[in-house]
Each structure stands twice: as structure tokens, then as C-alpha cells.
């Protein structure tokens, strides 16, 4: 069986059971995937579901065994019945990051850390868990030690089913992530950075990217502590709008980026995988200043073809592993 048979296998037996559980307990979709994946996970049903119910679910979970997909199918499903969900639910703050730009997210940090055997990874908007997970499956070589934060309460709980579907030791924090985070400072920090002002200005205030004049950039804020929770020479990979640099607050991240970090990289994605090219991000990669922190001649720069255009990608790829040899691995 293909993996995409597999994928599409495990999704109809999620979205099955959790529309089922939906109908009959009166849930919103996604809760009742949180139940299902639970269910799943667990490998047994809540005596205190309806019998019937009870039958409709054990038909179901008899048509999969889930040692039989690896990490990365388990996540595809899972993330396919998110989608789903989330389409119902329109909640704006409700988003995932693309499949292509998960997975190259990913790669970006195994170049980065090649050295490394034992690694710990931070995604402080880890939502359903989706980038968190994508880039450990990336990780197969490597112990890791992860964490995730996350405020809205049934996201935390997608995020937590996820990684246990995926059978990866993952501590998430129920946390608005402005405020002082629970987590130790880690080697990597991935974040697919949510766009908008951050309404609490009192919080705000202890941040160096502070707007005295009304509300300050939430993913502004969030840069900056997550690079405070990174480690000295400890790498973040952001996904940033592409005018992060030039709206009116950027002045303040700029001012903040000099005295703190250097950047490693800047890489726009391909505008296809968003609505509209107002809505289109890059990737900033940004290394914390401090012992054992490089000074590249210059920065990776590119901008990403469609991931469908293999040998425009292929093109990019080879140069982006050109600037790892000469500007990263020559000073390791």
C-alpha cells in the first residue's frame, strides 16, 4: 500500500470516529477528534459512552492497527482532521503551517545541527502541533528533548494527542507565551509566527521591541522571548511575514537585532501556498550572540521557487548547501 493510501486509510478511521463521537456526544469537531485520538491511543473506549456509540467506534478502530504507520503518515492523518476541524470552527488565530514548509523547516534544522547528537527544541505558538512534530520526524537521528507552548486550550490538546499518536516525548505549557515561560533555554526555537497586536501593554513593557504608542506586534514580542529562551549561540527559525522589516514597529526589531542576534538567513516561500501575497511569509533563521556563535561573511538569502518546480528547487537547494560548507560547517 502507498503511504498516501496509508495516510488517507488512518484519516477516514480519525474523521469517522470523531464526526460519530461529534453527532452523538454534541462536541465541536475538534474536541471530539481529541477524543478519538485519545481513544486511539489509549486502546480503549470510555465506559460511559453510549452502547451504540460504543459499537460504531470498535467497527472503526478494528480497520487500522497503528504500529503499522510510521511517525510521518500518523502526523499527514492527524493533520488532515485538524484541517477539517478547523474549517469549521473559523477561528483566525486557527491556522496551520503548510506541509511543504513544515518539512523544510525541518531540514533546515538538521543542516544546522549536524554536529549535534542531543538536541532541545522549543516551539513557543505550537498550535495542534503540527511544526513541532514535522520537524522531529526530520530529526530521526538525533535524541530530543522538546517543548511546546500554547494558549488556547483545545489546540494544547490537539498538540498533546498528536505527539503521543507520534509516540514523541513532547511537555507542553498552557501559556500565554508573552508572559514568563515554564521552559528551560533550548538549543532551537521553530515558530510559525501568528500576525497582530499583542493587547496587554503593561506585559509588553519588559520587551526591548515595545511600542510606547498603542500595542505592540505580537510576533514582534514573540521573537524576542523566544530568542531569550534560547541558549548563547542557539538557533531560531522563524516564519515571519514578508514585510517584517518594513512596517512602522520594525524600527524597534531592528535596534533589538543588533544588540542581540545575528541573522543567518532570510528565505521568502513561495507565494502560492498562501490566499494572497498579502498573506505570504519567509523563513528568518537567526542565531543568538554569545559563546560558540558564528559570524557568517554573508547571510543565506533566497527566494523559494514553488516546491512543485523540482529543478528550480533543486537549483536553490544546491546553493543553499554550498553556503552551509563554506559559511556554517567552515567555522564549526
Known amino acids: 500500500m502507498s503511504s498516501f493510501k496509508d495516510v488517507e486509510k488512518l484519516f477516514f478511521v480519525m474523521d469517522n470516529t470523531a464526526t460519530a463521537i461529534k ?68 477561528q483566525p488565530h486557527h491556522a496551520m503551517t503548510p506541509d511543504a514548509v513544515a518539512l523544510f523547516t525541518g531540514y533546515l534544522v538538521q ?5 549535534s547528537e542531543k538536541l532541545t527544541l522549543l516551539d513557543p505558538v505550537a498550535g495542534s502541533g503540527n511544526l513541532l512534530t514535522a520537524v522531529m520526524n526530520h530529526l530521526k537521528d538525533k535524541e530530543c528533548d522538546a517543548f511546546g507552548v500554547e494558549v488556547d486550550e483545545t489546540l494544547l490538546r490537539l498538540a498533546w494527542v498528536n505527539a503521543n499518536l507520534q509516540k514523541h516525548k513532547v511537555e507542553l505549557f498552557h501559556q500565554d507565551v508573552i508572559k514568563p515561560l515554564y521552559a528551560d533555554p533550548v538549543d532551537v526555537v521553530v515558530a510559525d509566527l501568528p500576525v497582530g497586536f499583542y493587547p496587554d501593554d503593561e506585559g509588553a513593557k519588559v520587551f526591548k521591541v515595545y511600542e510606547k504608542e498603542g500595542h505592540t506586534y505580537a510576533h514582534h514580542l514573540i521573537i524576542e522571548q523566544a530568542v531569550h529562551h534560547l541558549k548563547e549561540a542557539g538557533i531560531g527559525i522563524f516564519i515571519v511575514p514578508n514585510n517584517l522589516f518594513e512596517s512602522e514597529q520594525s524600527g524597534l526589531l531592528h535596534a533589538w537585532i543588533k544588540e542581540t ?9 513561495p507565494e502560492t501556498l498562501f490566499k494572497s501575497s498579502v498573506h505570504a511569509k519567509s523563513i528568518l533563521i537567526l542565531q543568538k550572540n554569545g559563546e560558540g556563535a558564528i559570524k557568517p561573511k554573508q547571510a543565506m538569502l533566497a527566494q523559494l521557487p514553488s516546491f512543485s518546480n523540482k529543478n528550480g528547487l533543486g537549483n ?17
Open 261 to 269: 542576534v545575528t541573522i543567518l538567513g532570510l528565505l521568502q516561500l
Open 316 to 332: 536553490v537547494m544546491d546553493q543553499m548547501n554550498e553556503w552551509f560548507k563554506t559559511e556554517w560547517e567552515r567555522e564549526k
Open 111 to 115: 543542516k544546522f545541527m549536524k554536529k
Open 23 to 90: 453527532d452523538k456526544l454534541e462536541l465541536p469537531y475538534l474536541d471530539a477528534l481529541v477524543e478519538t485520538g485519545e481513544n486511539l491511543f489509549f486502546q480503549e473506549i470510555p465506559k460511559e459512552y453510549p452502547k451504540e456509540l460504543t459499537t460504531v467506534l470498535m467497527d472503526e478502530y478494528k480497520k487500522i492497527n497503528l504500529s503499522e504507520f510510521d511517525k510521518d503518515m500518523t502526523r499527514k492523518a492527524f493533520q488532515l482532521a485538524v484541517l477539517k476541524g478547523m474549517k469549521e470552527a473559523v
